[in-house]
């Protein structure tokens, strides 16, 4: 993808300061949104800009200035379709984390990275425009809101259960007979097998997302993210709002989002969503490579017996891009 010099300008928008690192940061992601999008359009997998992406490719035909990550979406359908096509048709170094690919994932979420480390290799970094960190978009399924009222509180129930219970077992706990006793009954309640012998938190959150599942659209009269609809009662929209897509604009690319947005956007956001309010709704640590940031400074700092200021860690990140590209500073 091409980007003006002038893009990765640090600017103040909305009264917020971006950084230079973090507009290199949204057009890295911008790639892994157009792989996404590739695959999608070869494989008619129908797919939505969510959360603050959607906010932001309407209010501001891009990133919501405080934002730093792509968030996507798609029907349960979709969505069990891309987990299992996508593994094997994304491009490398493109690779798919899924809760049925990677027994180490614990979200219903997928997600779609460019990597796992920071990469100062100079084809990585011409790639990803200068941006040496990993970065990847979520991708949440869409689940359906079931008509019959008993059986939507028993499956919110379930789903409440088994999520008190995968926040409370050890991945790998020795089974004692308390441990059985719960997993018995979790099977017994949800229909499902569970494995004893492999990690239980990710066997537990398998049977949450097939719980969050029940529906279909026949038997529904709404559409949800499940697992914050049967927790906490978040939002749900009418069935209809993504039967279709329209594409707008996103910076210098086109972004499908739902054709009947105004809704979704209202039930999140509230009827003045066009008014910016700086962090609204901000989910993780921001910017999202602060972590990242931090783990090259402890192995530095290991290395060589010293510590680091913030400045200090910046100029090496530099220092190592420009190196990367053949130029000296």
Known sequence: ??????????????????????????????????????VCREHDIPVFADYGTLLGAVRHKGFVPWDDDIDLCMKREDFMRFVEIAPHELQSPFMLKSIYNDSSHLNATARVNNGQY??????????????????????????????????????????????????SIPADPTLDSQVLTLIDSIEKMSGEKITRTNNLQHE???????????????????????IPYALAGDYRVSLDCYDSSIEIPFFNMMIPVPAKYEEILIAEYGTNYMTP????????????????????????????????????????INQKIALSYGETK
């Open 118 to 167: 920071m990469n100062f290799d100079k084809q990585f970094l011409e790639q990803f425009h200068g941006c040496p960190y990993a970065v990847g978009i979520d991708i949440f399924p869409l689940d359906y809101c079931l008509k019959d009222k008993e059986r939507e509180s028993l499956q919110h129930k379930c789903i409440q259960l088994v999520m008190s219970a995968a926040s």
């Open 1 to 38: 993808m091409f980007f003006p010099n002038e893009f990765f300008k640090a600017q103040i928008c909305d009264n917020f300061y971006i950084e230079e690192m973090m507009k290199r940061a949204w057009a890295a992601e911008m790639e892994v949104l157009s792989e996404v999008i590739r």
């Open 277 to 316: 309010i700086i962090g609204c709704k901000q989910a993780h640590e921001y910017p999202f490579y602060k972590k990242q940031k931090k783990a090259l400074r402890d192995v530095v700092e290991k290395e060589f017996h010293a510590k680091l200021s913030d400045e200090e860690i910046d100029d090496l």
């Open 204 to 226: 537990l959150k398998l049977v949450v997302d097939k719980l969050s599942a029940w529906g279909n659209y026949s038997d529904s009269d709404g559409i949800c993210h499940m």
